[in-house]
């Protein structure tokens, strides 16, 4: 695996981490069992949690909390974009991801809008990568109305894609 798919891979677990952090960060954590989705979220990452503990406290589990393992399939399942920057070689990279449905697509790139209303308009990278069932495919499975998961690199204000996932 080359430099970018090891980049793509961090991104999109820190992305993930990302948006499981994001909501919880105005509130002050009161015990340590508090902090377990950032800690679960940070281990995703590589950060070691050791002195946090990363399991619900007791008062938390009659609660009805989550535990770690749940957050983290809640995590990979529920990102629906983001960026982050990481340390390549020789120069820090802007990782970006998406999940959504392609809005318009052309033979210079194509549009994804997530869920949330955010949409991002990406060029085709090099290299390309594209996905479907574990498979390598053409851009000829690149449809209007695919559902597809998207990851990149930012260079200014353009975003150009090098891994593309589409859903069955």
Same mark, same amino acid.
């Given at each position: 695996m080359n430099r970018s798919g090891k980049a793509l891979i961090v991104a999109a677990a820190l992305t993930a981490a990302l948006a499981g952090c994001g909501a919880a960060a105005t509130e002050s954590p009161s015990s340590p069992g508090d902090v377990a989705t950032e800690a679960v979220a940070l281990q995703a990452v590589g950060f070691t949690t050791d002195d946090?503990?990363?399991?619900?406290?007791?008062?938390?589990?009659?609660?009805?909390?989550?535990?770690?393992?749940v957050v983290r399939k809640l995590l990979r399942r529920n990102a629906l974009h983001g960026e982050v920057t990481v340390q390549a070689k020789d120069?820090? =990279?802007?990782?970006?991801?998406?999940?959504? =449905?392609?809005?318009?697509?052309?033979?210079?790139?194509?549009?994804? %809008?997530?869920?949330?209303?955010?949409?991002?308009?990406?060029?085709?990278?090099?290299?390309?990568?594209?996905?479907?069932?574990?498979?390598?495919?053409?851009?000829?499975?690149?449809?209007?109305?695919? %559902?597809?998961?998207?990851?990149g690199v930012q260079n200014g204000e353009a975003t150009a894609a090098r891994l593309i996932v589409v859903k069955k």
């Open positions: 946090v503990d990363a399991s619900p406290s007791p008062a938390a589990k009659d609660k009805g909390d989550v535990r770690p393992r120069a820090t =990279k802007t990782v970006v991801v998406q999940r959504g =449905k392609i809005t318009a697509v052309d033979d210079k790139g194509l549009t994804v %809008e997530s869920t949330d209303g955010f949409k991002l308009t990406w060029a085709y990278g090099d290299p390309l990568r594209i996905v479907q069932q574990r498979k390598a495919v053409d851009r000829t499975a690149l449809k209007t109305g695919a %559902e597809i998961g998207i990851g």
